[in-house]
């Protein structure tokens, strides 16, 4: 089984399997299976948010869904795991295991990426997300950040997302996945 998915070599036994991938900022996976004594099965973890994803192994790609993706491999095989990291948000009832009958705050994903608000307000902002248009990728947050993303309010505003690993690296800054929206 194969569950993280990040640069490096795998050896388990005698196998060995090599994985380069920009993941979780990259959708592609690829596993190089550099040695194994015998045919064997590799099972691959695909997300329940991986809508479409796909799976290659020595050119051949087929969709797979949310579980376990298994594939029979042997030695020089190369696979390649596509997992779509599409934006999506989510509401607290989404998330939690009892309704909250909260509809006043979302969070922005894409793919395992949690994406925050980084702000120095003493006041939580309140945005009106305009859900209709596309989340864009942004080279220009106003913090140091790995990934950013611009969403559009419904008067044409734009508003700012980083990455949640990066959120509040600055002193004074605060930070919070949960968008409080109108």
Known sequence: YLNLYRSGRITSGDDIFEITTDYPYGEEINIKVVKVEKERNLALRIPEWAKKAEVSLNSVTRTVHAGYAEHKVETGDEIVLTLPLD???????????????????????RGPLVYALDFTEDAEPTYDIDEKADAEFTDKATVPCRSALVLKTTDGENVTLVDYRSAGQVRGHKVSAWIKVK
């Open 87 to 109: 934006v999506r948000t989510l509401s607290p009832d989404d998330v939690a295991d009892v309704r909250t009958g909260r509809d006043d705050y979302m969070c922005v994903c």
